[in-house]
């Protein structure tokens, strides 16, 4: 796997790269700054970006920037965005488009070795890793709650770990459930959102992004990758 990661913290960049590359994954690029990551994302066409929102020189949301601007000359480039906080404008901007691998962290989650490769391949291969924290960030923050509400506290701990990336199993481990339960809950999800059995391309994340939009269906969000 070819990665561009772009931090500017040396000390957290060089540890990146070393956690990568023991694990068989070959940074092609290690770069500090949004106009270094934007070359670097045209130049290496990587199968993943890794990156920091704030970058030098204003450190504002240079990184997210670079990233998103790459997604629109190659949709669906997995990018894996690392933050030093939840800030929900960034994370619905990179689900807006609802188009490839997408991940959002924060940077404690880098402390997990295992837990973070697992996610930086989870987002290469077009699926998601959402940091638990930011997923409840933005259903908390969404101005539009009509389809959530209609949803179980139960019902929304799922939707929440699903966003995440994790699988049935992964999550009926997690509650200390049955899979069967776990499929049951998430078949209530779909309908209560209206998103339809014919998307199967990704309905963990139509689920997200109906609510997000406010929809309730999954229509308006074009079916990830």
């Known amino acids: 796997m070819r990665i561009v990661l772009a931090e500017d913290l040396h000390l957290l960049r060089e540890g990146l790269i070393h956690m990568l ?3 068989g994954m070959e940074v092609v690029a290690a770069v500090e700054t949004g106009e270094e990551l934007r070359r670097a994302l045209r130049e290496e066409a990587p199968d993943v970006a890794i990156v920091d929102v704030r970058l030098p020189p204003t450190f504002t949301d240079e990184g997210l920037q670079a990233a998103l601007a ?3 000359e190659t949709p669906g480039l997995p990018v894996l965005v690392l ?4 800030e929900q404008l960034y994370a619905r901007e990179l689900l807006a488009d609802g188009v490839g691998g997408v991940g959002y962290l924060l940077k404690d989650r880098v402390l997990n070795g295992d837990q ?24 908390a923050g969404s101005p539009h709650q009509e389809p959530f509400a209609r949803l179980t506290p139960r019902e929304r701990e799922v939707l929440a770990l699903m966003a995440e990336g994790r699988s049935n199993a992964a999550i009926a481990q997690r509650l200390f459930l049955s899979e069967g339960a776990i499929s049951k809950y998430t078949t ?10 014919s ?8 689920a997200v992004l109906a609510y997000l939009h406010g929809t309730g269906s999954g ?4 079916a990830p990758r």
Do not use: W, Y
């Open 21 to 23: 590359t023991v694990r």
């Open 70 to 72: 790459a997604r629109r």
């Open 83 to 86: 933050s030093q906080h939840v």
């Open 116 to 139: 973070f490769v697992e996610a930086v391949h989870r987002v290469a291969q077009g699926g998601t890793a959402m940091d638990p924290d930011v997923i409840a960030k933005l259903l």
């Open 188 to 197: 209530a999800i779909f309908q209560k959102l209206g998103i339809g059995a």
């Open 199 to 206: 998307e199967d391309g990704n309905r963990r994340v139509l």
């Open 219 to 222: 229509g308006t969000p074009a």
